[in-house]
Nanobody, 129 residues
Framework: EVQLQASGGGLVHTGGSLTLSCTIS????????LGWFRQAPGKEREGVSC????????YSIDSVKGRFTMSADAAKNTVFLQMNSLKPEDTATYYC??????????????????????WGQGTQVTVSS
């Protein structure tokens, strides 16, 4: 059974930092797509940053480039999202996803894959102005 457990959310002031973690069980990090996603109240879900574990290729939305960094620790089956210079518009529920096959862009943009995708529960990030 594949399970994803996200943690690390919280309340920070504008300009602050948070690091989200997502531990994935029942899955190895060989040639898979990993991603962080978010959804704010009243807004559509969006793929924040996704990566392909086989070569580290990464996609991120423009609004987080230079501020958010995604990384993965294969030995710990854990993926991280380091978020710096947080803004109120970053406020959302963040959650992680994983898909076999490594198509990280499709995972991020379409929330889909050819071989099945899995999602974790969310962790709330609130940035106060």
């Amino acid at each position: 059974e594949v399970q994803l457990q996200a943690s690390g959310g919280g309340l920070v002031h504008t300009g602050g930092s948070l690091t989200l973690s997502c531990t994935i069980s029942g899955f190895t990090f060989d040639d898979v797509a990993l991603g962080w996603f978010r959804q704010a109240p009243g807004k559509e879900r969006e793929g924040v940053s996704c990566t392909r574990t086989s070569d580290g290729e990464t996609y991120s939305i423009d609004s987080v480039k230079g501020r958010f960094t995604m990384s993965a620790d294969a030995a710990k089956n854990t993926v991280f999202l380091q978020m710096n210079s947080l803004k109120p518009e970053d406020t959302a529920t963040y959650y992680c996803g994983v898909a076999r096959g490594g198509d990280y862009k499709r995972l991020c943009l379409l929330f889909a894959s050819d071989e099945g995708e899995y999602w974790g529960q969310g962790t709330q990030v609130t940035v106060s102005s």
